[in-house]
């Protein structure tokens, strides 16, 4: 619990900003409604990144103010549960539970380390091998790293004698840090891998930039395989673990392999539906089937198949959390669009800018989106806050729509892996203890060098020969 005094400080800091922009005078060009939105949009990120209350709190506080002040009616307050995207993020987690509840989460991961375990560096490799397998279908990272990658990965460096407080460097540190990095490259390499893909397509869409599931995972293939491939690498030659071979890995795997037991019916269920959920949202666009569509009738077979029960659903406190703040967010980032404020932007950015050419344009602004992450607590929350200003304005300077799109699509998963605080598997992962702040940051900043030139140079290249732009 923080101290009182200090959420109180944030909250008052969040107050008098949202309150200063409310009483400045409206610039030529924007509407008073959109001028008050863009104020209690503020106030409530800043309340979100600060966190005087919860994420959930701070969203339901800048819905009521939004409705009490009448800058928006009722139905427009209320429009952003209607979005099918919201749907979407609250029914995968509650497919992630199935998962987790199965036990078919950890079975993934241990089956694959008996095969690629037998050295610390193929260790590193089977535990992003294992997320990569389970991100299409778990789109909360925090699920997925917090709920499968973590105990398996705890487990293996307590197998091994590397303890936070005994020998970390032994094998730990370099394991935890591989993890993490590598689960900001598998977020961002399919449309349901993370809560925030979706919502960044439906904003790309916006600008004419149509990217569907099977489009998303064809342009990330080239750089997030590179990516992943160079991460335990880089790590191995800058930051090695003390221990290189792990010939008992495979035998600690099958162990625990064993004490799983053979596939439960449930597993087998499970399994099923994740494989039709990945044909679904693959051949979505040809079939005429929305994403969330396909995810409803996933969990309806869960519950049908009784793997997940309705307590089970209701209980589901992250995903019903999610909901709240999420359709505030999308809700107040769609009206900032429509009330004009974010072309009034992009204009008003363009003629300080004119005369330089996109391509230099873009790689400051496509910069200052990832490297601005330092500030915020939350991908979804920086999404909110940046992706539609940056993109129409990226597009406004001359930018093809799709490169920009899928440039900062990718972006805002990977820069999450700059600080110990800047997505959810962040505080989990480094609370393990094995890897101290300074190094968590250090790698931090690397990877993310190495990601804007991989994604936005050899993607931009790739994307190029696909014909997408």
């Known amino acids: ?29 924007v509407t008073k409604e959109a001028w008050h939105l863009l104020a209690i949009f503020v106030f409530t990120i800043i309340g979100i990144i600060t966190k005087p209350l919860p994420m959930g709190a701070m969203a339901l506080m800048g819905l009521t103010l939004i409705t ?5 009616t009722l139905p427009e307050a209320f429009s952003g549960f209607n979005h099918s995207v919201v749907w979407l993020i609250v029914i995968a ?35 992003m091998a294992t997320d990569l397998v389970l991100a299409p279908a778990i789109p909360s990272l925090t699920a997925r790293s917090g709920g499968i990658i973590f105990p398996v990965v705890s487990s293996l460096c307590k197998a091994f004698g590397s303890e936070p407080h005994s020998h970390p460097r032994k094998l730990g540190s370099f394991l935890f840090l591989s ?15 993370m809560a925030g893909n979706p919502l960044v397509a439906d904003m790309a869409a916006k600008v004419g930039a149509d990217i569907n599931w ?3 995972a064809l342009a990330s293939s080239v750089p997030g395989l590179l990516s992943l491939a160079l991460i335990p690498l880089i790590l191995y030659k800058m930051y090695p673990p003390e221990l290189k071979a792990t010939p008992h890995a495979r035998q600690f795997s099958l162990d625990k ?36 569509t396909a995810a409803l009738i996933g969990l309806c077979f869960l519950l049908i198949a009784q793997v997940l029960s309705w307590d089970e659903i209701i209980k589901e406190k992250g995903a019903w959390n999610t909901l709240i703040w999420f359709s505030v967010l999308i809700m107040m980032a769609t009206y900032l669009n429509k009330l004009g404020l974010t072309q009034w932007f992009s204009e008003y950015v363009v003629s300080h800018l004119k ?82 702040v300074g190094a968590w940051w250090k ?11 991989i994604w936005m140079f050899l993607g931009g290249a790739w994307w190029k020969l696909l014909g997408l732009y």
Not at 1 to 29: D, Q, T, Y
Not at 268 to 279: A, E, G, K, N, S
């Open 93 to 127: 987690f509650f497919i992630a539970r199935g998962f987790i509840k199965t036990g078919l989460g950890a079975r993934v991961a241990y089956g694959i380390i008996s095969v690629l375990g037998k050295s610390t560096l193929g260790m590193s490799y089977g535990i």
């Open 355 to 436: 005369g330089l050419d996109w391509k230099a344009a873009f790689s400051v602004l496509a910069v200052v989106y990832f490297f601005s992450h330092y500030f915020f607590a939350s991908n979804v929350a920086h999404i909110g806050s940046m992706f539609a200003p940056f993109l129409f304005l990226s597009v406004a300077l001359g930018t093809p729509a799709m490169y920009a799109a899928l440039t900062l699509s990718f972006f805002s998963s990977l820069f999450g892996g700059l600080t110990h605080y800047g997505c959810g598997p962040a505080p989990i992962l480094f609370g393990a203890g094995y890897v101290k």
């Open 179 to 193: 993890a993490f990095q590598g689960a900001m490259v598998t977020s961002a390499m399919f449309l349901t891998s």
């Open 1 to 29: 619990m923080r101290p009182v005094a200090k959420n109180i400080v944030s909250f008052l800091i969040a107050i008098i900003i949202g309150l200063f922009i409310w009483f400045s005078p409206v610039p030529e060009g």
């Open 443 to 453: 790698f931090g900043f690397i990877f993310g060098v190495m990601n804007i030139i």
């Open 68 to 72: 009490a002040t009448k800058t928006l």
């Open 214 to 216: 099977g489009t998303w």
């Open 257 to 292: 392999l064993k004490e799983l037991g053979k596939m439960k019916t449930q597993e087998y269920i499970m399994l099923t539906v994740f494989i039709i959920l990945v044909f679904l949202w693959i051949s979505g666009s040809w079939i005429k089937m929305s994403a969330t």
